[in-house]
Structure formats: C-alpha cells, structure tokens
C-alpha cells in the first residue's frame, strides 16, 4: 500500500465544505466591512523580518515567525500579521493617499506554533483599519464593527463580549505605584499573560520584575476595579460613543486587557464568545500612533484590529451557530442523461438552464438512472431533471424534487421558470 505524503504540519486541506465556511465568513466580513464605508486592500505573503523587527516583540519575531534567506541572502518572513505591511504601504504614498483611511483584508497568514485544536501555523486573518483620526470616537467606530459583525454571524451579546481597556491608564496607574518607566513595558506583558498562569505563578513573576509586595497588591486593586474606566478621559468617550450606536451591550471594561505587541498605545480590545468552551479571543486590537513613524513615514494616528477565522470558526461550531444552509450543494439542478440517443437534448437543456442564471450538473458519461439520482441526493442537489424518449418526444421535460419526493412533467418552454420557482421555495429565508 502506498504511503500517502502528508500535508505541511500546522497547514489546513480545504475540501468543499470547508471552503463553503470559509466564503460565508469572508463575504460576511464584507458586508460588514463595507457598511462601515471601509476599502479592501491586500499586501505581499512574503516581507523582510526587519519590518517586523522591534515594531511587533521580540516573541513573534524570535519565536512565531517563518524565517529563511533567499538567494541573495535577505532574511524574509511569511507574513505572521499585517500591521507592520499597512503601515509600510502607507508611508511610502502618504502623500499621495486620502485621509482618513479606512481599510480592511482577508487573506493567509503563518505562525510558527504548537498545533492544536483551534490554532494552527497557517490561518486566515481579517484586519481592518482606519488611518488618520486621533479621537476616542475613531476608537468605537471600530469595536462598534467588531459588534456589529459578531452580532451577523450570531454573536448576540448575550453569547460575546468585547472587553475594553487603556494601556495609558494601566500605565498611569502603574506610575502612581512608582514602578519605574523602563520596568512598565515587562509588567504590562506580565499582565496581558495573567489569565494563562496560576496566581502563585503570576505573583511571583512580577516580583521577580522587581516589583514590591505593595506595589503587587496595588496592581492588584486596579486590575479588579470595574469602575477605574472612568479615570481615563479616553474610555469615558468611547463608551459614550459606543451607546449613540446602540452597542453597548457588547462592550465591558477590563484592566486586564493589554494586548502583547508592543505598538499598541492607548485604547485596546478583545472579544471573547461566553458560555464557550474555547477561552482564546475571537478578536483583539487597538490604537497604535507610533508604528507609521517607526517605518519611514510620518507619524500619523491609527487604530485597528484583526480577526482570526480558527477560533471564530471552532466557536462558532460549539455553539450551533453554523449555518446549515453554507452547506450548499455545488448544483441548482442535475440534468439526468437518460441514454445515448437523448444525451445531446440532456446536455443542451442544461446549456440553456446556465444561461439562465442556474448552477447545472450534467453528467458527460452515462449511467443507470437510480445511480444519477443517488449521486444528486447525496450531494445535495435538490432537483433532477430527466429527459427520456417519451419527454424529447413531446418537447417536455419530467421534473424530480428529491426535497418532498414530488414530481412534474412539463414542457419544456415553461421549465425554466418552474424550475426558478421550486428553488426559490427551497431557499432559507
């Protein structure tokens, strides 16, 4: 027996039903998107780990990043997110472009991780984006279209979340503990990883940050206090926006939310499915005013997020909250081909259901009729047409809906619209 080869570890094989999720997802995130006013955009798959360098951390360029030297020996990386490609595609035509930007891709990316169930090392990402506008407002326009999409794929706000914070706030308060300004960067990643270690853990972490035991117990007291959004001018405004448009049912604050890369420097979110057994965020972004700057550009104020489509999708599952009407079968129709003496009729009639708008199948060999309709309700095609000796005979055509089993037989130059009316009665409203 051959040995068959395997797929790339951490890659994913997308077979029909699995590309079938994936177009729903993407046209649901274009939808939304666009509703927002927001461009699509894409950048190269491949980029130089230097624009990655000391702009994303040190983990993902050091440890999550695909690295390798081409042929003239420039290190390049498989693009492990896009921030750092917007921000480079914006300085070298800033300029020329249009402010405020407001911009938005779906597309491939690679991280060198553990596979596991909900992460892999190839992923399908959604990144939006508006460029240009430094006001709390800019902020919620963007967590207003995370909700907005959470609430089109199902994610009421009884079943999401998205948790707020404001790193300067978090650092503010670190600053009134007197934790010095060259230890705050550590101890805000110290508390973007609470949630994943034990509490003894965590505690002595940040001691071995060099922190006190006062100043421990003090970043303590303001990551538990619900009510420590209203110090920051920022989340004040972002909340109020966020109610004129009707979201605030989604949106909670945490000062636990710091997001780990480091160009991050302000408002930060994330969004999480509750009642789920996947923990990992559904989505997470934030402000980030420095990063144009530090490619070449002028600085310019930006915030943004992005969405993986593995824990959305894992979610998504674990819920029910799958369409099963994404499940489509490839066909509108299969035309049946009776014999050898009507397959031209068969294969002609189909021609003329395409033109009309109709996905057809027709099959380009023949077999045993029961065989042709076994195939077609297997693969969930919902009408059969056949034409045999007796209908080319009389210009018909005899009309099998494998829904309720019924069946027709009528002529041909009223089918087409007959046929348009059985399908429209089996669409999902």
């Not at 649901?28 to 990655?52: C, H, K, N």
């Not at 989340?235 to 605030?248: C, T, Y």
């Not at 789920?276 to 700057?293: H, T």
Request: with cysteine; charged share 20%.
């Amino acid at each position: 027996m051959k040995q068959i080869i395997p797929a790339v570890k951490g890659t994913r094989d997308y077979y029909p039903e699995d590309m079938a999720f994936r177009n729903w997802l993407y046209q649901a995130i274009r939808q939304v998107s666009t509703s927002f006013g927001y461009q699509e955009w894409e950048a190269p798959m491949l980029e130089t780990i230097d624009l990655y360098a000391a702009k994303s951390g040190d983990e993902l360029v050091n440890q999550q990043s695909f690295v390798f030297p081409d042929r003239g020996g420039e290190m390049l990386t498989l693009r492990p997110e896009l921030t750092p490609s917007l921000a480079r595609m914006v300085a070298q035509r800033q300029n020329q472009l249009v402010f405020p930007l407001r911009w938005w891709s779906w597309g491939p990316f690679w991280r060198y991780e553990r596979p596991q169930r909900g992460r892999t090392r190839e992923f399908f990402q959604w990144n939006i984006d508006l460029i240009g506008v430094d006001t709390p407002e800019a902020d919620a326009e963007l967590i207003a279209i995370a909700a907005s999409f959470l609430g089109k794929v199902g994610l009421s706000s009884d079943k999401a979340v998205i948790l707020v914070n404001d790193r300067q706030l978090v650092n503010s308060e670190l600053a009134e503990l007197e934790v010095p300004g060259e230890r705050r960067p550590d101890i805000l990643s110290l508390i973007d990883r609470r949630e994943k270690m034990a509490p003894a853990q965590w505690d002595a972490n940040a001691l071995n940050l060099g922190m006190n035991t006062a100043q421990l117990e003090g970043m303590k007291a303001f990551l538990s206090n619900q009510n420590l959004w209203q110090k920051s001018a920022t989340l004040v405004r972002v909340f109020l926006a966020l109610e004129a448009l009707g979201l605030q049912d989604y949106v909670r604050f945490d000062a636990k939310i710091i997001r780990g890369l480091l160009y991050y420097t302000s408002t930060v979110f994330e969004a999480f499915a509750l009642n789920s057994q996947v923990k990992r965020a559904l989505l997470g972004g934030g402000r980030y005013d420095n990063l144009m700057a530090q490619v070449g550009g002028d600085p310019l104020p930006a915030v943004g997020f992005a969405m993986g489509d593995l824990t959305l999708g894992l979610s998504l599952e674990l819920l029910g909250l799958v369409p099963k009407e994404i499940r489509n079968a490839p066909a509108d129709v299969l035309v049946s081909v009776f014999d050898e003496r009507v397959q031209s009729l068969s294969m002609s009639f189909a021609a003329k259901l395409r033109r009309a708008g109709l996905n057809v199948i027709c099959s380009p060999e023949v077999t045993r009729l029961p065989r042709q309709f076994k195939y077609a309700d297997r693969i969930g095609v919902p009408l059969v047409v056949v034409i045999g000796p007796d209908e080319a005979a009389n210009g018909q055509v005899t009309i099998k809906n494998l829904r309720d089993g019924s069946q027709q037989t009528i002529l041909q130059t009223i089918a087409i619209p007959a046929i348009k009316k059985l399908l429209d009665s089996h669409r999902p409203m």
